[in-house]
């Protein structure tokens, strides 16, 4: 019965925790479950590591930051890579 009650308990508080996750996420503090968040750095490390294994597709990968980098520029008017040496 103890058992019983631990599990309702850990089940409630984590149903808590997802509501107050929602809630900062649509007050725009934090993402939570239905905003993108940023790629970080772990994920660029990961895919050197990839095109290091696989070199064949390090041409796919260049298309795809070209792609990114012309609509951060369309969406911005401005071109980051030169913003950032400013």
Known sequence: MK???IVLLAL???WLL????GR???RGWIY???SRGYDGR???AFAEVHSLLEPDKRHIRQIQEKEVHEQAVD???DDPAVRNER
């Open 3 to 5: 058992t019983v009650v």
């Open 12 to 14: 409630a508080g984590c």
């Open 18 to 21: 997802d509501r107050l996750g």
């Open 24 to 26: 900062l996420e649509r």
């Open 32 to 34: 939570w479950r239905k």
């Open 42 to 44: 772990l994920s660029q």
């Open 75 to 77: 969406a911005s008017g």
